[in-house]
């Protein structure tokens, strides 16, 4: 059971809108609960047994810091965006070091969002590095992008639409990146977010005070 964002909405009554905007289609936030609080009512689910574990997405290692540091229960998974583009490498590091299990989401890259450098469009699944090292190891590029995040420990949740796909993406445990490529990988990183969503070319709730994108560790 995972608290999605770390910031709370206004709660709605008898609408069928997911999130609250007011009559100028802004957010309207809840700023009276913290995500403590939030955490606090999670842990509580947690001791009646009615969930199993319980965990965040999108929190930047200062959010979880507070969290550890104000309640009993670590979070046991943190899922946040994470691919070749956006290796996340130091919040990595101090999740696995805190026993907090990293989930990437998106990590095939977003086909609708992709990263643009002196007006080229480069797609993962379209990279020169990534496909060359596909066509070594006689694999697809999507497995080599679930390859690398397996062996640095990373869940994956790609999302996958065909049966042959969803079967491709099982096959990656009777091989192994070398260290070489794995380091060619890391190396494609330009701490570049695909999946950010925009209202009216703003940043999604980029104006709320625990927006987690503000800092480079999340």
């Keep these: 059971y995972m608290m999605h964002w770390p910031f709370a909405f206004e709660r709605q009554h008898q609408t069928e809108k997911l999130l609250p905007v007011d009559f100028s289609q802004k957010f309207v936030y809840d700023t009276e609960t913290h ?8 842990e509580a689910l947690l001791h009646k047994g009615l969930v199993k574990a319980i965990g ?24 946040i965006e994470c691919h070749p583009y956006l290796n996340q490498e130091r919040l990595v590091a101090f999740c696995q070091a805190n026993s907090i299990q990293i989930t990437a989401y998106s990590p095939l890259g977003c086909k609708d969002r992709i990263w643009r450098r002196n007006n080229e469009v480069i797609s993962l699944l379209e990279h020169p ?54 380091e060619q990988i890391q190396a ?25 994108f503000k800092t480079n560790s999340v």
């Design 129 to 182: 590095t990534l496909n060359r090292m596909a066509e070594s190891y006689n694999k697809t590029v999507a497995q080599i992008l679930l390859k690398w995040q397996t062996q640095r420990n990373i869940a994956v949740v790609p999302r996958m639409r065909t049966p042959e796909h969803i079967q491709e993406n099982f096959l990656l445990w009777d091989w192994t990146l070398s260290d070489s490529d794995m």
């Design 188 to 212: 494609l990183n330009r701490d570049n977010r695909l999946y950010l969503p925009l209202i009216e070319g703003q940043p999604w709730c980029s104006d709320h005070p625990h927006y987690p």
């Design 56 to 79: 965040v997405s999108n929190f930047n290692q200062q959010q979880l810091q507070i969290i550890m540091n104000n309640s009993q229960v670590i979070p046991s998974v943190n899922q």
């Design 35 to 42: 995500f403590t609080q939030t955490w606090s009512a999670m």
